[in-house]
């Protein structure tokens, strides 16, 4: 294959605009392009898709980010963005008409108010049977998902009090075992037991034993849970799901024995927040340390009983892996439901998995939000989240040299193959610090092996980690790496509480793998960029 | 009928989150009353102990922040406390306190105006706070909320429901 020169390619730009297209043309994948557009230090658009003119034009007739930005179909935040692009700070001083229907409100806005939902609103909505459903309302539902892990013990009993003989529906039900696997007591062992033995009787065939991984993990990775669907789970993080574009929320053990009998539990439509993420992250930052900013800013119960949409470019560029990163910790600001909506990210994801047909929910343009926030990433720097609360967050450079006892590098927030790839890069031969015990938690059997095959399991073992099976152990401190008295522990999961680890007396700091793996190497919590600059 | 609640009161801080009121470590545990004994050790460890029944908890914002675990409801209620009243509830305890019977009160000013160790009456029917020199009014819970509550339960509504 030739490589194109630098006039060529800004021609060929300039035809066909995308990366893909161009590599069509050439034959040659969309990446290759893209590489050799850096090489050639040639942006990605050779025309900005919205000219000055346009922006301008559209800022002038209605100085008003919302209205302009439904002209072309984009957000609020989208069109402000574009107007910074182009210097466009200052408010239109020429009064035009459409300006003028801003000044009587009361009329459109109700107009408005009455037609756009957001995300949760639209699907509880749907399950519902309903056309539309206003905030604060509560309706009785059937979840697509209810999924139980270890806890399933005690859902189980509360099951039985009940007196219904048969769950409403055993293929909805999942039940991966990993909280204390395998089990690290005998009261464990006989409530796995008698879980299995429950599956059996009941047909669940959705149920995977202690061999599979992090509950979370299993289920987006076989395909339990799809765009637009429902789900409950027995876990406070089952809001991961929202990252294929599902609402899903956490229950309780007695709440899922009523859903196990009656398949309905009653929902109330919350409050929707939009975060709109702009920029590139920089080297070193990693979808954990925008989620612990955001945090940071919005406090522990800032989206408390809330539904939180994530938007803007930086989620648009990110996998599926980084975006269930963000909505499991959407959990952590209190969230109902943490929503990245569904796109060709989401889609290619789902390829292989999806075994039934799904339906996308997208909120409505005019749909109504709480409260809107906007970042801006592109110069942020690593965060951690310092002891006792996940809002207590910190940027690296005011935490670093704090002496680590232990390293936890895994959990359904950040045990996926990306996560332990970029800590085995940092690692590739170096060696945990004498003074500092480095544990590895892969998310799932599958992740586990793909780490096997590329290596990095070696790496880890090699810079003197302790590779775990996949499970939750340690992050709630059920077993395997339990902190003792005044001990201080690094780890990537997604809890900082007093005693959570273990001892009341020890800490726990919560941050990226990279940074993770760079206070491994220290032995205190250090700057990932260190380890990363080539 | 849920009407009057009465006892002393605990007053906790902010965000007492669920491995303060039930450590993890504590979550093979089964029987209610063996949960009872765990109550809030992970904030005093003592906790347990000094509980009588009938007491009250007034927490913070954020109260019961964290983990899905029900048994932070289950082991409160059993081990005497009648009712939990804070300024804001995380939405999973919430949930799981309803189900388990454990009655609850939001109140923004009650943290405020209410010490540790004071003795008050919380009404429901007249929707008020009452301490020995002022009453403090809350506002209802909704209605599908309450007839959980008043039932004892999750487990004992829908064991009439399901009666009827």
Same mark, same amino acid.
């Given at each position: 294959?030739?490589?194109?020169?630098?006039?060529?390619?800004?021609?060929?730009?300039?035809?066909?605009?995308?990366?893909?297209?161009?590599?069509?043309?050439?034959?040659?994948?969309? =990446?290759?392009?893209?590489? /050799?557009?850096?090489?050639?230090?040639?942006?990605?658009? @050779?025309?900005?898709?919205?000219?000055?003119?346009?922006?301008?034009?559209?800022?002038?007739?209605?100085?008003?980010?919302?209205?302009?930005?439904?002209?072309?179909?984009?957000?609020?935040?989208?069109?402000?963005?574009?107007?910074?692009?182009?210097?466009?700070?200052?408010?239109?001083?020429?009064?035009?008409?459409?300006?003028?229907?801003?000044?009587?409100?009361?009329?459109?806005?109700?107009?408005?108010?009455?037609?756009?939902?957001?995300?949760?609103?639209?699907?509880?909505?749907?399950?519902?049977?309903?056309?539309?459903?206003?905030?604060?309302?509560?309706?009785?539902?059937?979840?697509?998902?209810?999924?139980?892990?270890?806890?399933?013990?005690?859902?189980?009993?509360?099951?039985?009090?009940?007196?219904?003989?048969?769950? /409403?529906?055993?293929?909805?039900?999942?039940?991966?075992?990993?909280?204390?696997?395998?089990?690290?007591?005998?009261?464990?062992?006989?409530?796995?037991?008698?879980?299995?033995?429950?599956?059996?009787?009941?047909?669940?065939?959705?149920? =995977?034993?202690?061999?599979?991984?992090?509950?979370?993990?299993?289920?987006?990775?076989?395909?339990?849970?799809?765009?637009?669907?429902?789900?409950?789970?027995?876990?406070?993080?089952?809001?991961?799901?929202?990252?294929?574009?599902?609402?899903?929320?956490?229950?309780?053990?007695?709440?899922?024995?009523?859903?196990?009998?009656?398949?309905?539990?009653?929902?109330?439509?919350?409050?929707?927040?939009?975060?709109?993420?702009?920029?590139?992250?920089?080297?070193?930052?990693?979808?954990?340390?925008?989620?612990?900013?955001?945090?940071?800013?919005?406090?522990?119960?800032?989206?408390?009983?809330?539904?939180?949409?994530?938007?803007?470019?930086?989620?648009?560029?990110?996998?599926?892996?980084?975006?269930?990163?963000?909505?499991?910790?959407?959990?952590?600001?209190?969230?109902?439901?943490?929503?990245?909506?569904?796109?060709?990210?989401?889609?290619?994801?789902?390829?292989?998995?999806?075994?039934? @047909?799904?339906?996308?929910?997208?909120?409505?343009?005019?749909?109504? =939000?709480?409260?809107?926030?906007?970042?801006?990433?592109?110069?942020?720097?690593?965060?951690?989240?310092?002891?006792?609360?996940?809002?207590?967050?910190?940027?690296?450079?005011?935490?670093?040299?704090?002496?680590?006892?232990?390293?936890?590098?895994?959990?359904?927030?950040?045990?996926?193959?990306?996560?332990?790839?970029?800590?085995?890069?940092?690692?590739?031969?170096?060696?945990?610090?004498?003074?500092?015990?480095?544990?590895?938690?892969?998310?799932?059997?599958?992740?586990?092996?793909?780490?096997?095959?590329?290596?990095?399991?070696?790496?880890?073992?090699?810079?003197?980690?302790?590779?775990?099976?996949?499970?939750?152990?340690?992050?709630?401190?059920?077993?395997?790496?339990?902190?003792?008295?005044? $001990?201080?522990?690094?780890?990537?999961?997604?809890?900082?509480?007093?005693?959570?680890?273990?001892?009341? $007396?020890? $800490?726990?700091?919560?941050?990226?793998?990279?940074?993770?793996?760079?206070? @491994?190497?220290?032995?205190?919590?250090?700057?990932?960029?260190?380890?990363?600059?080539? | 009928?849920?009407?009057?609640?009465?006892?002393? !009161?605990?007053?906790?801080?902010?965000?007492?989150?669920?491995?303060?009121?039930?450590?993890?470590?504590?979550?093979?545990?089964?029987?209610?009353?063996?949960?009872?004994?765990?109550?809030?050790?992970?904030?005093?460890?003592?906790?347990?102990?000094?509980? +009588?029944?009938?007491?009250?908890?007034?927490?913070?914002?954020?109260?019961?922040?964290?983990?899905?675990?029900? +048994?932070?409801?289950?082991?409160?209620?059993?081990?005497?406390?009648?009712?939990?009243?804070?300024?804001?509830?995380?939405?999973?305890?919430?949930?799981?306190?309803?189900? +388990?019977?454990?009655?609850?009160? +939001?109140?923004?000013?009650?943290?405020?105006?209410?010490?540790?160790?004071?003795?008050?009456? !919380?009404?429901? !029917?007249?929707?008020?706070?009452?301490?020995?020199?002022?009453?403090?009014?809350?506002?209802?819970?909704?209605?599908? !909320?309450?007839?959980?509550?008043?039932?004892?339960?999750?487990?004992?509504?829908?064991?009439?429901?399901?009666?009827?």
């Amino acid at each position: 294959m030739r490589i194109p020169k630098k006039e060529e390619l800004i021609k060929l730009q300039a035809q066909y605009k995308t990366d893909r297209k161009i590599g069509e043309v050439l034959g040659a994948p969309a =990446y290759l392009v893209a590489y /050799w557009r850096r090489k050639k230090k040639i942006l990605k658009y @050779a025309l900005p898709k919205y000219s000055f003119e346009r922006i301008k034009e559209l800022w002038e007739i209605h100085g008003d980010d919302l209205k302009a930005g439904r002209e072309l179909s984009i957000s609020k935040a989208a069109f402000y963005k574009w107007r910074r692009k182009y210097n466009l700070l200052e408010k239109p001083r020429v009064l035009k008409l459409a300006q003028l229907e801003l000044s009587l409100p009361e009329m459109s806005k109700r107009f408005i108010r009455d037609k756009g939902m957001t995300i949760a609103q639209k699907g509880l909505s749907l399950k519902a049977g309903k056309k539309e459903i206003q905030v604060g309302e509560i309706v009785y539902v059937e979840p697509d998902l209810a999924m139980s892990h270890d806890n399933a013990g005690l859902v189980i009993r509360q099951f039985k009090e009940i007196g219904v003989s048969r769950v /409403w529906n055993p293929d909805k039900i999942v039940i991966p075992l990993d909280h204390r696997a395998p089990a690290e007591s005998e009261k464990t062992a006989e409530a796995h037991k008698s879980i299995r033995i429950f599956v059996k009787e009941q047909g669940i065939k959705n149920f =995977y034993d202690i061999k599979e991984g992090i509950c979370h993990q299993v289920v987006i990775e076989k395909g339990h849970i799809l765009p637009g669907e429902l789900a409950v789970g027995t876990d406070s993080h089952t809001t991961s799901y929202g990252c294929l574009g599902a609402l899903s929320t956490g229950i309780g053990a007695t709440e899922m024995a009523a859903v196990w009998a009656t398949g309905k539990i009653w929902l109330r439509a919350p409050e929707s927040i939009k975060l709109n993420l702009f920029g590139r992250l920089p080297l070193g930052v990693y979808a954990k340390d925008v989620i612990l900013y955001i945090i940071g800013k919005l406090t522990v119960e800032g989206a408390n009983y809330k539904s939180v949409e994530f938007y803007g470019d930086t989620v648009e560029n990110m996998s599926v892996s980084e975006r269930f990163t963000l909505a499991n910790l959407s959990m952590e600001m209190g969230g109902k439901f943490a929503i990245i909506p569904f796109d060709k990210v989401t889609k290619k994801y789902l390829n292989n998995r999806a075994k039934r @047909a799904y339906h996308p929910i997208y909120a409505d343009q005019n749909a109504i =939000y709480e409260n809107e926030y906007e970042f801006e990433l592109d110069k942020l720097e690593p965060q951690v989240a310092c002891p006792h609360n996940v809002d207590n967050v910190k940027s690296i450079d005011e935490v670093k040299g704090i002496k680590i006892d232990q390293v936890l590098l895994g959990s359904c927030t950040n045990g996926r193959i990306d996560d332990l790839e970029i800590a085995a890069r940092i690692l590739k031969g170096k060696k945990a610090h004498p003074h500092t015990r480095m544990l590895v938690l892969p998310g799932s059997k599958s992740i586990y092996l793909e780490a096997l095959k590329k290596g990095f399991i070696k790496t880890f073992l090699e810079a003197n980690c302790v590779v775990l099976n996949p499970g939750c152990g340690p992050c709630l401190g059920a077993h395997q790496g339990i902190l003792a008295k005044g $001990e201080k522990c690094l780890a990537t999961t997604n809890r900082n509480f007093k005693g959570r680890m273990g001892s009341n $007396e020890s $800490e726990v700091y919560l941050a990226s793998p990279a940074t993770a793996a760079a206070s @491994a190497i220290k032995g205190e919590i250090s700057d990932p960029r260190e380890f990363l600059k080539r | 009928m849920l009407k009057e609640i009465k006892g002393r !009161v605990w007053k906790l801080g902010d965000n007492i989150d669920t491995d303060l009121i039930y450590p993890g470590k504590c979550l093979p545990i089964l029987d209610p009353q063996e949960m009872a004994k765990h109550a809030l050790e992970g904030y005093d460890k003592d906790f347990p102990n000094k509980i +009588q029944k009938g007491d009250i908890i007034l927490g913070g914002s954020n109260f019961g922040c964290g983990s899905s675990r029900e +048994q932070a409801a289950t082991s409160l209620k059993f081990a005497g406390i009648s009712c939990v009243i804070a300024k804001s509830f995380s939405r999973i305890f919430f949930r799981n306190a309803i189900n +388990q019977g454990l009655a609850l009160v +939001q109140s923004r000013e009650a943290y405020d105006l209410i010490e540790g160790g004071e003795i008050l009456t !919380v009404n429901y !029917v007249s929707g008020e706070i009452i301490t020995e020199n002022r009453k403090i009014p809350f506002p209802p819970l909704p209605e599908i !909320v309450m007839g959980i509550l008043e039932d004892g339960g999750l487990i004992e509504h829908l064991k009439k429901s399901l009666k009827k």
